[in-house]
């Protein structure tokens, strides 16, 4: 059983996939109704995975590995060897538990979705398969794979089924990943070609050895190069500014259920590689980057607030606030001590689950009122207050508020990065305080103020709205309250990176 | 043994390739074309015929291979003449500029 | 003393009972507030007396831990906490009784006791936290809790503009607070109050550090006490209901800046930069404040400033190591100011405005209201036998004593304009003759006015606790077994006293010849000296200036990033999407469906990769 599990964990939509392919287009509610449901064996899987290791339970267990593809008489060296293997840390566990409960709350949300259902579900299935995968494999080439899986139907998702912008959207958004997906490419075959191997760990020890036997030799000047490139191809997704131009026209044009996810989870692919593969493959060189991964942080924290202020339409502060969140990310992950990159992972999780909320209350007053612009709302929190309390709390939690798991992330990375860098590290508490300001501001510009529209008869929450909303905040104070409950399956995954970061 | 060296006749199929690529690129009317088509089969030819007689493994196959290759070229020629006078009678031209349908 | 935590989540339940059942409750809910802080209270002072006859009491558990450093949370109970504590639960549960009465007939009032849930929640909270992290994390809590009773009527846009200043003017403080907070950490490895006075102590951080680390705390204390430049938020705030000033913006979140400063006093002790610093900011704060309540109208705006100076003072006699005389009149002050405000909301409540021109002769009236407004203003005047005459006195004794013989002076100039402003206040509002307007006016219910007469009880008694005559319990009791926070009582020249009480009835006298007898003209000020009427009655000009400076340049370089976006990094974009469209076009040239032209390409193509492949021998470095 345990050689299959992560295969069915994260092929399990797949099922949903062939049921929706035998239903008629036209029933909608059966539609919708299945693809919720197929969205569940993961969730159920994934919960089932992190409680038993939370109880103590080993998380290698599950690890499978089949020989897939190979070339020519260097396998029998294990050399030049394509597997199919699925594995688990504890960081890749975290997301994978936070991509299958988006999931599941994004396929409520889509219950918003007003045309064309059967060819949404599928694709939005196909996505969550991918997405799944992305965390779950344990060579870069099934990496890759998986990477790529998820980029075809966010392209058909943004394209059909976002608004007025739509297709340009999509295409800025395939042509950005697109480049950076090429870019991680040449990474990844560079290292296949050089090291006969493209499995995570071997590669990561490879390259801690001090004179490796690879098949061909590495330069310093090329690990570096490397290095940057990978920097390059996660940039665009995390993005790092200035690669960022196409994540503001994702978040505004596509639909909300689908911006759920890909604020929630596909940046976090990002955060994810960088950590994973930077962090793992190439340390030293990391090492040498750090300034400059906390300069870019610095950067995109205040670059993004500062825009964020000026924005008139919601769906623009939060994508803004999505570049300056990520920002923390970058500075935590450069801070290179165990608070820092702690306090990164916890503001990938955090900024997921707070950015879903945001967005899927974004969905609700979106479909009630065909408008996000900030000064066409006001006064929301007299006629809808439970969105309103909702949409305040998700901005206090965005915030970083204390008790929610904004502010445990945002502490943890500033002390990470006090230790290290006091000077930039206060240039980015700037970055603070214009959180406060712009969240505010966007945020009492919609729900305080003079009723700027005609809120009787308007619904407030329904109770399939309710699920997902209360859902997130419960998971969001969960954290801030009792953040061990992240923390404790990370530390030996902390542990490793920090043995190979030499500290 | 004096003889002639390998390396003449590689020059000689080199430049008769040259030639023909040339020609084959370059000019205007198909049947020219053609023409160089073959001149480069030939270049080919004295290639097979020297490597089988001062090749590191001396071998008749080599000059197998030529006769081969020149029957072919001879099927080849009828069939791209056949094209060519078909092409001739629908377009009236045999000037490879106007046949460029592949554009479209 | 051992279930000491207890105490905090009496409220939290409230708060969290109300926000899911509070709805249907209406009214009633308030009962359900009453009763959770009634429980807070009791236990409170349980607590109180319990610590009378035993040792400090401290648990903690972990966490959250980073790689081998734990963090803790858990709670102590010291003098200061156990004092905190009783204030706050006791204040907390006289504004839950008094908002019976006051918020009668609002349609969020279950939405109000929520708010008020949550807030004492926060505050109790603070008040007992053992370490840092954990101050920051309930001083945040608190000015969520602050930020929400500010905007309780969001519909108006004032209390929407209050509640965004609030909440982003104490926010500068706090990351003050927070970078303070990391640096000493990295210096000391631990967040713990005790692990931090054991490392000043021993030394092991340097002077520098503790000075930067010191101020940049008090920055934070700076933002939530209203201290001058972070003051402008604390009048705006008033637009909430009256019973939220008296509870957070009088006598307790207010407090907790001055809080914050006593509680890691041996910090600011070791470093004398700091601490003069601290009075410099007090002193300042406290006449600045005071000099712009001299012309105020509005009844809460001028109770307002009267609580920033107030600060003030307590700032003033903190930074001149008068821990003591601090924490007493913050005591005192918390009583008393929170009197005052629920008078003033009693009178608003009669009157329905807030505006002092429009009130006069309600003496007869209000018969409980007057009365009881008299004595707050007898108590913060400084008007001997009263609470606020003692705590004040320690206070200008300990500046005295510890040489800031200037700020000594400034001090006693805010006193006497406090005793003038705040007559100048009571004169205008309960005096003279009754308007036209005021037809309907009648004396608050019992609901109301029970609370006031508590914390009247104690605006007279609560000085006697600490006094140069009958003995200072509370000094020497605060300061037992800690020799860091100086001694309980500093002995002072007699004449203080004498000086503070004349300045005191001078100002009484001054304000009874202008606003009560009239012998002097009302506009004896603004007529003689306009430009100085007009600073006042504009606060120095401090929002504006603000408005014309910090706001102006976010949003100037707001604008000038956006125009980085649109061009650079657009521009960016858009050229390497022509870059991309010129190879583009040039490939579809090159497509003509000539045979002959693919023929070459291709061909030169295979050219191009032999060369490379001869040049580098297949291997590309």
């Not at chain 1, 030049?80 to 299958?100: P, R």
């Not at chain 3, 359900?32 to 802080?37: A, D, L, S």
């Not at chain 3, 002072?45 to 648990?59: E, G, Q």
């Not at chain 3, 010129?582 to 050219?607: D, M, R, W």
């Amino acid at each position: 059983m345990n050689e299959f599990f992560l295969s069915i964990l994260v092929f399990s939509p797949l099922v949903g996939i062939l049921v929706l392919a035998l239903l008629p287009k036209t029933q909608e509610s059966n539609i919708k109704f299945v693809g919720f449901l197929a969205t569940l064996p993961a969730l159920v899987l994934s919960l089932f995975a992190f409680f038993q290791h939370l109880g103590g339970g080993n998380i290698d267990q599950y690890d499978v590995k089949v020989n897939w593809i190979h070339f020519g008489d260097f396998a029998e060296m294990g050399l030049f060897k394509i597997d199919y293997e699925l594995g688990l840390n504890g960081f890749s566990l975290i997301l994978i538990v936070l991509t299958a409960v988006l999931s599941t709350l994004a396929a409520i949300a889509s219950i918003h979705i007003k045309k064309e259902w059967k060819g949404y579900f599928m694709l939005f299935l196909l996505l969550e398969i991918g997405m799944l995968g992305v965390f779950a494999a344990q060579n870069l080439i099934l990496f890759f794979i998986f990477f790529e899986i998820t980029m075809i139907p966010m392209f058909f998702l943004i394209g059909k089924w976002g608004y007025f912008e739509k297709e340009k959207a999509a295409y800025s958004y395939l042509i950005y990943n697109g480049l950076g997906s090429a870019i991680l490419l040449i990474v990844i075959m560079v290292l296949f070609a050089r090291t006969g191997t493209s499995n995570i760990e071997a590669l990561a020890k490879i390259m801690a050895m001090e004179d490796p036997a690879t098949v061909s030799p590495f330069s310093d000047s090329l690990k570096m190069g490397l290095m940057i490139a990978l920097l390059i191809a996660f940039g665009v997704k995390l993005p790092i500014f200035p690669l960022h131009t196409w994540m503001l026209r994702v978040h505004v044009q596509a639909p909300p259920s689908i911006v759920m996810l890909h604020s929630g989870v596909l940046l976090k692919i990002g955060a994810f590689g960088l950590i994973r593969f930077g962090m793992g493959i190439f340390p030293e060189q990391f090492e040498s980057l750090a300034v400059l991964i906390v300069i870019l942080g610095v950067v995109n924290l205040l670059y993004g607030a500062f825009l964020a202020f000026l924005q008139e339409d919601f769906k623009m502060v939060l994508a803004y606030s999505s570049i300056s969140h990520m920002g923390i990310v970058l500075m935590g992950v450069g801070a290179l001590n165990e608070a820092g990159i702690q306090g990164a992972i916890f503001q990938v999780v955090s900024h997921g689950l707070i950015s879903a909320l945001l967005f899927f209350l974004v969905g609700v007053f979106y479909e009630r009122f065909h408008t996000s612009t900030i000064a066409n709302l006001g006064g929301m929190a007299k006629g809808m207050p439970l969105t309103a309390g909702f949409l305040l709390a998700g901005a206090m939690a965005s915030l970083g508020l204390p008790g929610m798991s904004g502010f445990v992330s945002e502490f943890m990375a500033f002390l990470g990065l006090f230790e290290e860098m006091p000077i930039l590290a206060a240039i980015g508490c700037i970055g603070i305080i214009m959180t406060a300001v712009y969240l505010l501001r966007a945020t009492l510009g919609i729900t305080y103020g003079k009723a700027h529209r005609e809120f009787a008869g308007v619904t407030d929450l329904k109770a399939a709205e309710f699920v997902p909303v209360l859902v997130l905040t419960a998971l969001i104070v969960l954290i801030g309250v009792y953040p061990s409950v992240l923390s404790e399956p990370l530390q030996a995954t902390l542990e490793t990176i920090m043995l190979g970061l030499g500290g | 043994m004096s003889s002639v060296p390998v390396s003449a006749y590689l020059t000689l199929a080199l430049i008769l390739f040259c030639i023909g690529l040339y020609g084959a690129l370059t000019k205007r009317n198909t049947v020219i074309v053609l023409i160089s088509v073959e001149l480069m089969l030939n270049a080919v030819n004295i290639n097979l015929v020297a490597f089988s007689k001062y090749g590191m493994i001396p071998s008749i196959t080599g000059q197998v291979f030529a006769l081969f290759a020149m029957a072919v070229a001879a099927a080849e020629a009828a069939v791209g003449l056949a094209i060519l006078i078909a092409l001739y009678r629908n377009r009236k031209t045999v000037n490879i500029d106007e046949i460029n349908s592949m554009k479209n | 003393m051992e279930n000491a935590w207890i105490i905090p989540l009496f409220p939290l339940f409230s708060f969290l009972f109300l926000l899911l059942f509070g709805k249907k409750m209406k009214e009633t809910s308030a009962y359900i507030g009453i009763f959770f802080t009634l429980a807070a209270f009791i236990y409170s002072l349980v607590v109180l007396f319990d610590r009378f006859n035993h040792p400090t009491f401290k648990a903690e558990a972990n966490w959250l831990s980073i790689g081998d450093v734990q963090l803790t949370a858990g709670f102590e109970v010291n003098q200061l906490n156990a004092l905190m504590l009783v204030i706050v639960s006791l204040v907390s549960f006289l504004v839950h009784t008094y908002s019976k009465g006051y918020m009668h007939g609002d349609d969020r009032f279950h939405i109000f006791y929520a708010y008020l849930g949550l807030f004492t929640f926060a505050m109790l909270g603070l008040v007992l936290s053992p370490n840092l992290l954990q101050t920051y994390i309930f001083w945040e809590l608190v000015g969520v809790g602050s930020f929400l009773l500010i905007g309780f009527y969001f519909y108006k846009e004032e209390a929407k503009a209050a509640a965004k200043k609030a909440f982003i003017m104490t926010r500068i403080g706090d990351v003050g607070l927070l970078i303070g907070m990391i640096l000493l950490f990295w210096q000391v490895g631990s967040f713990e109050y005790d692990e931090i006075f054991l490392a000043v102590e021993n030394g092991a951080v340097s002077a520098g550090m503790i000075t930067l680390t010191a101020i940049l705390i008090f920055i934070g204390a700076v933002g939530k006490s209203g201290q001058f430049p972070l003051h402008t938020w604390l009048p705006d705030a008033m637009e909430g209901p009256t019973p939220v000033s008296a509870l957070i913006h009088a006598a307790t979140m207010v407090a907790a800046g001055v809080y914050l400063v006593a509680a890691l006093f041996p910090l600011f002790t070791a470093s004398k930069t700091a601490l003069l610093t601290i009075a410099v900011v007090g002193a300042i704060t406290a006449i600045f404040a005071a000099s712009i309540g001299l012309v105020q109208t509005d009844i809460k705006r001028v109770l307002a400033y009267s609580t920033v100076s107030q600060l003030g003072y307590m700032m003033l006699a903190l930074g001149s190591a008068g821990y003591v005389a601090g924490v007493f009149h913050l005591m005192t002050h918390a009583f008393f100011k929170a009197l005052l405000f629920l008078a003033a909301g009693s009178v608003i409540h009669a009157v329905h405005t807030q505006n002092i021109e429009e009130m006069g002769g309600l003496w007869k009236k209000l018969r409980l209201t007057g009365p009881l407004f008299l004595i707050g203003t007898l108590a913060i005047s400084g008007v001997p036998l009263f609470s606020g005459f003692f705590s004040k006195d320690e206070i200008l004794i300990a500046a005295w004593a510890h040489g800031n013989t200037a700020l000594f002076w400034l001090a006693v100039v805010a006193a006497f304009f406090t005793a003038f402003y705040m007559f100048r206040l009571f004169f205008m509002v309960f005096t003279g003759e009754a308007r036209s307007k005021m037809k309907n006016v009648h004396e608050s219910p019992a609901m109301m006015t029970f609370p006031m007469i508590v914390l009247g009880i104690l605006a007279v008694v609560a000085g006697y606790v600490n006094t140069p005559w009958f003995g200072t319990f509370l000094g020497d009791w605060l300061v037992e077994g800690n020799a860091a926070l100086g001694h309980g009582h500093i002995e002072g020249p007699a004449w203080i006293m004498i000086v503070a009480t004349i300045v005191s009835l001078l100002g009484i006298f001054l304000a009874w010849l202008m606003y009560g007898k009239r012998t002097l003209s009302r506009d004896w000020l603004s007529s003689r000296a306009p430009y100085t009427y007009k600073l006042l009655y504009n606060k120095y000009y401090m929002d504006e200036l603000y408005g014309v400076t910090v706001v102006k340049a976010t949003k100037f370089f707001s604008v000038f990033l956006s125009y980085i976006e649109a061009f650079i990094v657009e521009g960016l974009v858009k050229t390497v999407a022509g870059i991309v469209q010129g190879f583009g076009k040039i490939g579809s040239k090159i497509q003509n469906g000539q045979i002959q032209t693919y023929g070459t390409f291709a061909f030169v193509g295979l050219a191009v990769l032999i060369v490379i492949y001869a040049l580098t021998g297949g291997y590309l470095k």
